[in-house]
């Protein structure tokens, strides 16, 4: 088992797949120079297989798939057949642009559940955040998942000024139709326009729902990072996943390999464990994955705390949130 010394289990590997993406969210990837990563530095999906294999040895049960956009890589379906020979629960993070692509290939994977971004329903401010023309088909995917009854999370980065009027509209949508809304407080990294005053934290999120519906909790599944709320006789929910304002350390199950292969004890670590390297050298990769989570801080990487006005964005040592995988 992966355990760290603060006796938490770490049994959900999320793996990104790519730094690549058909969108260009601003506060994922920064506008000046991004390089890609060149293919031949990726994780292949050889590698990709024997890496999880290793990690499923020592007691991962869920892997999630994320990036970048997992969905732009074209070995996608082929890396999906061979994660699928692990018997773990299986399941992507996707910005939901090239889901009609793959439908077949999604329901022949077992996947019961995606995660979907979508910040606004309004098609022109799609475009202001993401420089793409895109909205209409994440809808049309969104309900196409929903028709093979896929469950759909939909991931919606809340921010003040840009699309936080857009919070009840959010939770009208759950009326009618049984999607899970997920309000992700603006979260700091390399170059995204962070700045406190942006974050919309859940008590926010909360005191904007309440002025219009009436809110009822829902209990809290071990590990789970999203506050889930119903509005009741509404056939979706809502939650916020409040990492800014409420962390969820204390009982963090998770851990990362970026595309390039390298390994993340937290969302926020400063340091980096080079598994690809490693592996491609034909060194035994278990004693690196312990040593990575040995060195594992209590919280948020130890690089900030809950008081966000004293954070100071120059001084955190981090990757670019589309080269980390969200
Ligand atoms: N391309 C896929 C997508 O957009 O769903 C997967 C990768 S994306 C990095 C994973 C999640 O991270 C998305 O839901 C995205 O909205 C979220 N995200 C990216 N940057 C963020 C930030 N600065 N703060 C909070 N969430 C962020
Ligand atoms: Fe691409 Fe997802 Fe980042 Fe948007 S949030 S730029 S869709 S990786």
């Not at 001084?315 to 589309?322: E, F, S």
Request: proline share 3%; aromatic share 8%.
């Amino acid at each position: 088992m992966i355990v760290d010394k603060f006796n938490r289990v770490h049994d959900y590997l999320r793996i990104s797949l790519t730094d690549n993406c058909d969108l260009r969210c601003f506060y994922c990837m920064p506008e000046e120079d991004y390089q890609f990563t060149p293919n031949q530095q990726l994780m292949q999906a050889d590698e990709i297989e024997a890496i999880a294999k290793a990690y499923v040895q020592e007691g991962v049960k869920k892997i999630r798939l994320t990036g970048g956009e997992p969905l732009v890589r074209k070995d996608f379906a082929d890396i999906l057949r061979r994660l699928g020979k692990l018997n773990v629960e299986i399941t992507m993070t996707t910005n939901g642009t090239r889901l009609h692509e793959f439908v077949e290939v999604i329901k022949n994977s077992g996947i019961k559940s995606l995660n979907i971004s979508l910040d606004t329903l309004q098609k022109d401010r799609f475009i202001l955040m993401t420089k793409r023309d895109k909205q209409e088909q994440v809808m049309r995917n969104i309900q196409l998942m929903l028709d093979n009854d896929i469950n759909v999370k939909v991931n919606v980065v809340a921010m003040k000024g840009v699309n936080d009027e857009e919070i009840i509209d959010f939770v009208k949508w759950t009326k009618d139709t049984p999607v899970h809304i997920r309000f992700i407080e603006f979260m700091p990294f390399d170059r995204n326009k962070w700045n406190s005053d942006k974050v919309i934290t859940l008590q926010q999120i909360l005191d904007k729902v309440s002025t219009q519906f009436e809110i009822e909790p829902l209990s809290r599944l071990p590990h789970e990072t999203a506050k889930k709320f119903k509005v009741p006789g509404h056939a979706g929910t809502f939650a916020v996943i409040s990492t800014m304002s409420a962390p969820f350390c204390g009982d963090c199950n998770r851990i990362r390999l970026t595309a390039d292969g390298k390994m993340k004890n937290c969302l926020f670590s400063q340091s980096e464990t080079d598994i690809l390297g490693a592996y491609r050298k034909g060194e035994d990769i278990k004693p690196l994955i312990y040593q990575n989570i040995s060195e594992k801080k209590e919280a948020l990487g130890g690089q900030f705390t809950i008081d966000m006005e004293k954070i100071e964005t120059t001084a955190l040592h981090n990757r670019t949130m589309i080269s980390i995988g969200g």
